[in-house]
């Protein structure tokens, strides 16, 4: 299976920071790719997909980049309504697997 | 809007069998172009995608799963269902329904699940 691997596991930064998720696939993976948000106790809402493409409705403070291996999600302004868990998904190959999570919450 | 809401017994015992439905509502299961999967999460830990059924039929599972895991859907009831057989304490999770969708770029289909149910929780334990 593609490992996808995530950095950081956690970060901590401050209301109006912008941050930047890195997501790393084992193998080549073209722009197979989406992000995901989830906070406690909720279940996961899509952010981006095809690696760079807003969902509708998400905000243009989120943005995506990359292809083949590595990724980036950047928040931008960060608010008190996006400290939560971020998860990358490959789309592949199947079984479609998720990185471990980066947990961005409030310093 | 299309929902989705998982249902099933919270609580299974060791090697029994888990079985959930997630009952689509707003839109109807046998959308051409979209398709139906099964994710989990063990309590503090991350996302499992496990598998998926398209209005085909055809299914995909993840292949530690595939032993015990089927997946199926009854367009009758517009739900799909997922069967885990001889249970395990490491089953334990919150089980998430979402919808697949896809995004054609480049010849290629981008696949995505863009809409998810609440989950369930269910507890393997005697």
């Known amino acids: 299976a593609i490992q996808m691997t995530q950095s950081p596991s956690s970060l901590s930064a401050s209301i109006g920071d912008r941050v930047t998720i890195t997501c790393r696939a084992s193998?080549?993976?073209?722009?197979?790719l989406s992000w995901y948000q989830q906070k406690p106790g909720k279940a996961p809402k899509l952010l981006i997909y095809a690696a760079s493409t807003l969902h509708t409705g998400v905000p243009s403070k989120f943005s995506g980049n990359g292809s083949g291996t590595d990724f980036t999600l950047t928040i931008s302004n960060l608010q008190p309504e996006d400290f939560a868990t971020y998860y990358c998904l490959q789309d592949y190959k199947y079984p479609w697997t998720f990185g471990q999570g980066t947990k961005v919450d409030i310093k | 809007q299309v929902q989705l809401q998982e249902s099933g017994p919270g609580l299974v015992r060791p090697s029994q069998t888990l079985s959930l439905t997630c009952t689509v509502s707003?839109?109807?299961?046998?959308?051409?172009?979209?398709?139906w999967s099964w994710i989990r999460q063990p309590t503090g830990k991350g996302l499992e995608w496990i598998g998926r059924?398209?209005?085909?039929?055809?299914?995909t599972y993840i292949p530690s799963l595939e032993s015990r895991l089927s997946i199926s859907m009854d367009t009758s009831k517009n739900q799909f269902s997922l069967r885990l057989t001889s249970v395990t304490a490491a089953d334990t999770a919150v089980y998430y329904c979402?919808?697949?969708?896809?995004?054609?770029?480049?010849?290629?289909?981008?696949?995505?699940?863009?809409?998810w149910g609440r989950g369930t929780v269910v507890t393997v334990s005697s």
């Open positions: 707003g839109g109807s299961v046998n959308s051409g172009g979209f398709f």
């Open positions: 979402a919808r697949g969708n896809k995004f054609v770029s480049g010849n290629y289909n981008r696949n995505f699940l863009d809409i």
């Open positions: 193998q080549g993976i073209r722009i197979d």
């Open positions: 059924i398209y209005t085909s039929g055809t299914t």
